[in-house]
């Protein structure tokens, strides 16, 4: 039954149509019937009047969108905040000069002091991190919110600290850093995460285990001789291995060791630089590559050498 229907709808209600030769330029432009591309003009006006109103909506829509978004946005505060944001809680330490960018995996220092040709990459460089810090007026709005800080003096709101980085004899861009009397220093930088709160150290009858004796023993002096000062993030420098522990030498923090309390928390003021700590080897041995890690300690600073949180890691190699 329903083959012989199928076989009577075929030639009145579908009648195939005349087939006529495809000329290209006929389909493109067809003169006798007045069709572009093979439809007319009212056609066309179809097309062409969906397609703007489509895309009008769309636009609209996307606008909208985009409004809403921003009405929800405070440029200076960022959306996701600590455990929300994918950085998370735990600042990372980052050290300067950097090796050249084609080496970007590598983290080796390693010149020869005698000869400024040699060195000159780690002094240009550190010349280039610190000139915000010496020009206040290269940082936007750092001249007009830049306050003197103490540790009973934080800053009122909106405004940021001074980090006064002429002073640091021997690490200033005068002395070159100390990098031709092959006594480098190495200046360490907290990561800024937005609203991060230190929980200090500040009671040197309660330091980790984990923590080096040397800094133990810096923080009980400092608890006796400055005790307003205990609220900071300590840092420590270390050979890794004994034997890095042994070609180190000894070791100077400018101007002080550890990033103090009033810095925190960064909330994107206008102007703000993180702090910084300038770390001077004063006789680490020469010829032999020295690993040294360095440590930022808090209580809410987790330590992870292969996740590179919490401490650095770099070599000394000076010839
Ligand atoms: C630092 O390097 C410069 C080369 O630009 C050199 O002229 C100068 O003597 C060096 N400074 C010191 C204190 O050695
Ligand atoms: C010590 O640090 C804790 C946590 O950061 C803080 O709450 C406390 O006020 C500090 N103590 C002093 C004496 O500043």
């Known amino acids: 039954m329903s083959g012989k229907r199928g076989t009577t709808l075929s030639e009145e209600q579908f009648p195939v ?32 009047g969906f397609y703007s109103i489509f895309y009008g909506v769309l636009a609209a829509l996307v606008a909208v969108c985009m409004w809403v978004f921003f009405q929800t946005l405070d440029p200076r505060i960022p959306k996701w905040t600590l455990d929300e944001s994918l950085i998370g809680t735990n600042p990372g330490l980052g050290f300067r000069p950097l090796p050249t960018e084609d080496n970007v995996e590598s983290t080796l220092i390693w010149y020869k002091g005698t000869e400024y040709e040699n060195y000159k990459h780690w002094t240009n460089s550190l010349n280039e ?25 934080p800053p009122p709101r909106g405004q940021v600290c001074d980090v006064d980085i002429k002073t640091w004899e021997p690490c200033t861009q005068e002395n070159n850093y100390s990098y031709h009397k092959s006594a480098p220093c190495i200046f360490l930088k907290l990561n800024k995460i937005y609203g991060w709160i230190p929980e200090f150290f500040n009671d040197s009858s309660d330091l980790p285990e984990t923590m080096p004796k040397h800094l133990k023993t810096y923080i009980e002096q400092i608890q006796i001789k400055e005790r307003h000062k205990m609220n900071t993030v300590w840092v420590s420098c270390e050979g890794e291995n004994p034997a890095d522990q042994e070609n180190i030498g000894p070791i100077n923090y400018l101007p002080f060791r550890g990033f103090p309390g ?28 020295i690993n040294v890690e360095c440590k930022a300690w808090a209580r809410n600073i987790h330590h992870d050498r292969k996740e590179r949180i919490g401490s650095v890691h770099f070599e000394l190699l000076i010839d």
């Not at 005349?18 to 006006?45: C, E, N």
């Not at 700590?277 to 680490?284: E, G, S």
């Open 262 to 289: 009033y810095f925190y928390p960064y909330q994107n003021s206008e102007g703000y630089l993180s702090p910084l700590v300038a770390v001077h080897f004063q006789r680490p041995k020469r010829g032999i590559i």
């Open 17 to 48: 149509r005349q087939k006529r030769p495809f000329i290209l330029s006929k389909f493109l432009y067809d003169a006798d019937k007045g069709t572009v591309m093979d439809r007319d003009s009212s056609s066309w006006a179809k097309i062409l």
């Open 129 to 153: 991190f610190l000139a915000v810090y010496k020009t206040p007026g290269l940082t936007p709005g750092r001249g007009q919110n830049i306050y003197n800080c103490d540790y009973n003096q």
